[in-house]
């Protein structure tokens, strides 16, 4: 799901031309306080929640048939992220089959697809965008034994060759439902095609599988105070401080790993002192990123582009020395006055709750960083 290449980067940067040592780094933080200098915010994280269905592999289909299938009911979440690898125009499709012995309702409570396109960071951004906004109040009703789309358009859309079709949907089933995702031929109807569609092997990313627990929750522990902890940050989706989910893929009953942890929906709870105002940014540490996020504070919640100021960001923070990386992973980090940040706003004082989730065609992991304001900074920014 990353570009240029799938895997997510492991080069973690935010941290530029400084050679440090962990060592190093420490006595920087001990005895000369380092006004660049960034330390881990303790966190709790937990994961709750219904089923993630996540296709994306192969990401570049080459020819028509099944993507990813499996049976769920209750709370699920469908990620499919697919590109057109072929040299006709397709069909991408998600058939939902009433596997119960009654009558099923799959209803439909949030979610998005994009136009296909050959833009793959704006077609994520897209739909990140429209998935933190939108709300849906639609109903699928299954008669025993029946089957159906799960939204029409997403199957109306047809895909060009080197297009991306992206989507993500919120669902809940009352009873027992089967739901493929699938490349068909233009003409032909996926309800009738899925019947002698064969089940396509995976790339050798092989990111696709069944995930439970499909939310997560990450509450830091302590209270932020600017003018005691300086520069703070929370590290998301870079296996070390924040795991990947892990899953099983259905076609074949082989483990899987969801690197990057696309689908999964994070609520990250933070507190500010009463009086004290933070800074708070998003910096991408693996490349290209682009997306969207949800903050609600003071009552209010709205939608944040990350960047908001361009498609995206990431490509010219530059890669940190290994040293610097071994002292991050400790806790210890620097802020380089290189690192590229999208601003998610400033908040005084109280509660701040950040939605978030891995965009797709963006590399990972990312920094939450919280950041001491002055008052000259202050009045250059809107204040939420």
């Known amino acids: 799901m990353n570009l240029p290449k799938k895997f997510l980067s492991i080069a973690l940067l935010l941290t530029a031309f400084f050679t440090f040592n962990v060592a190093e780094a420490k006595n920087v933080f001990e005895e000369n306080r380092d006004p660049n200098l960034m330390r881990k915010l303790e966190v709790k994280s937990s994961d709750k929640g219904g089923i993630l269905l996540f296709s994306d592999s192969p990401e570049s289909v080459h020819e028509d048939g099944i993507l990813y299938s499996d049976t769920v009911k209750g709370d699920a979440r469908l990620l499919f992220y ?30 998005v697809v994009s136009e296909p ?26 008669e025993k034994d029946a089957k159906d789309l799960l939204i029409e358009d997403v199957s109306n859309h047809l895909v060009k060759p080197s297009q991306l079709l992206y989507g993500i949907y919120d669902f809940h089933a009352t009873g027992e439902v089967r739901v493929t995702v699938l490349m068909c031929p233009q003409k032909e109807n996926p309800l009738e095609f899925i019947i002698d569609a064969k089940t396509l092997p995976k790339d050798e990313h092989r990111l696709r ?8 929750t990450i509450n830091v522990k302590k209270t932020y105070d600017p003018d ?23 076609t074949d ?49 709205k939608k944040i ?24 992973e400790r806790g210890v980090s620097f802020l380089s006055n290189v690192a590229e940040l999208a601003e ?14 891995p965009p797709g065609a963006s590399n990972l992991p990312v920094h939450l960083i919280l950041l001491p304001v002055d008052e000259e900074s202050s009045n250059d920014k809107e204040k939420q």
Request: proline fraction near 2%.
């Open 82 to 111: 697919h590109l057109n690898a072929t040299n006709t125009d397709k069909k991408i499709a998600v058939v939902v089959e009433n596997l119960s012995n009654k009558k099923n309702v799959v209803k439909i409570s949030r979610g």
């Open 228 to 250: 005691k902890d300086g520069i703070g940050y929370v590290m998301l989706a870079d296996n070390v401080n924040d795991l990947y989910k892990k899953g099983i893929d259905m």
């Open 253 to 301: 009953g082989s483990t899987t790993e969801n690197y990057g942890n696309y689908g999964i929906i994070y609520t990250i709870n933070l507190n500010i002192k009463n009086g004290k105002k933070a800074r708070i940014c998003l910096t991408p540490l693996g490349g290209y990123y682009a997306g969207a996020m949800r903050v609600t504070y003071n009552g209010e919640t």
């Open 305 to 328: 582009l990350t960047p908001d100021d361009r498609i995206y960001f990431g490509d010219k923070t530059p890669r940190e020395p290994e040293s610097v990386k071994k002292a991050r």
């Open 344 to 357: 998610l706003g400033i908040y005084e004082g109280g509660k701040v709750t950040f939605e978030y989730s």
């Open 209 to 216: 599988g069944t995930f439970t627990k499909m939310n997560r």
């Open 117 to 142: 396109g050959a833009n793959y960071l704006q077609v994520g951004k897209n739909v990140q965008s429209e998935y933190m906004q939108e709300t849906f109040n639609y109903s699928l009703y299954l």
